[in-house]
């Protein structure tokens, strides 16, 4: 087989030849077979202590310890119960002690003879000070200040007693003064007639005026009556039922009759410069 095998440089005995590059092949096979990389591409290493967590899995072995040693204890009490058909046993027979209790109670009851003593001293103990010389030197000198001051003593209290009578009286004349004055009627506010008081006070000074006309027309020298329609006055009204002229008419008359009863009783009553005019 070493005579087919073709050396790439010339060789003079080509077994040789052929022995020596397999030798170097399978070499360079071996170290590539044996390299190893130059990037690190293996995965990180996992640690036990951080897989694994043993101080949570010992925290959890103690706290399971606890809750079997409670249930072991819960289970005993519970069969002694069953047993014994359940006793109480929560008795506290523990008896208070102190060290110093004797002190303590000599200390309070020197204490408490000290403050009897005390105040045994203070209520024999006469006051310095008198409140009756007190009220005499007050009343004194209340007295001094009678004579300087110019308004007395309770000068603001009667003035608020007067200004409140003023108050009283202006309220009540107020009250009468509203009582005293009566208001219209609904009646006569429809009717459109006015109070008598009202309508007296008028009527006088209407009246006057036709007896002086009627006066001057009967003394005037022709001797001849000259009797006028004198309008009625704008504050007398029109009865219900009649026209304005007949009204008109009625109080011409009765005006001229009470003229002429005038004339009879007291004919000097009109002046004779009334009559010249």
């Known amino acids: 087989m070493h005579k087919n095998y073709q050396p790439i440089k010339p060789a003079s005995n080509k077994l040789l030849v052929k022995r020596w590059d397999t030798s170097s092949y399978d070499m360079h096979r071996r170290k590539v077979k044996s ?18 967590k043993l101080k949570k899995v010992q925290l959890e072995e103690e706290r399971h310890a606890t809750i079997d040693r409670d249930n072991r204890i819960l289970l005993e009490k519970m069969s002694s119960i069953m047993r014994t058909r359940g006793r109480v046993d929560n008795w506290n027979d ?17 204490v408490t003879l000290e403050n009897q003593k005390i105040l045994a001293r203070l209520q024999a103990k006469k006051p310095q000070y008198t409140a009756k010389k007190w009220d005499d030197e007050w009343s004194e000198t209340k007295r001094h200040m009678n ?3 110019k308004y007395p003593e309770n000068w603001y209290q009667l003035t608020q007693m007067e200004r409140q009578k003023s108050r009283t009286s202006r309220a009540t ?11 219209k009627s609904a009646k006569s506010m429809k009717s459109g007639k006015s109070s008598p008081e009202k309508v007296k ?21 022709d001797g001849e009556s000259t009797k006028k329609n004198e309008t ?4 007398t009204k029109v009865e219900e039922g009649k026209s304005p002229s007949q009204s008109t008419d009625e109080k011409a008359e009765e005006s001229t009759i009470k003229a002429a009863e005038t004339t009879e009783i007291k004919p000097a009553s009109s002046s004779p410069e009334k009559i010249v005019e």
Not at 35 to 52: E, G, R
Request: aromatic share 6%.
């Open 201 to 221: 006070s008028e009527s006088p000074e209407k009246e006057e005026k036709p007896v002086k006309t009627q006066v001057e027309e009967t003394k005037v020298e």
């Open 94 to 110: 523990y008896q208070p002690k102190s060290l110093n209790k004797n002190k303590r109670t000599r200390e309070l009851i020197r």
């Open 232 to 235: 009625p006055p704008e504050n």
């Open 147 to 149: 004579y300087i001051r």
């Open 35 to 52: 390299a190893k990389p130059v990037v690190d591409t293996k995965s990180p290493a996992t640690y036990v202590h951080l897989q694994y």
């Open 173 to 183: 004349s107020k009250a009468s003064t509203r009582q005293g004055t009566k208001p």
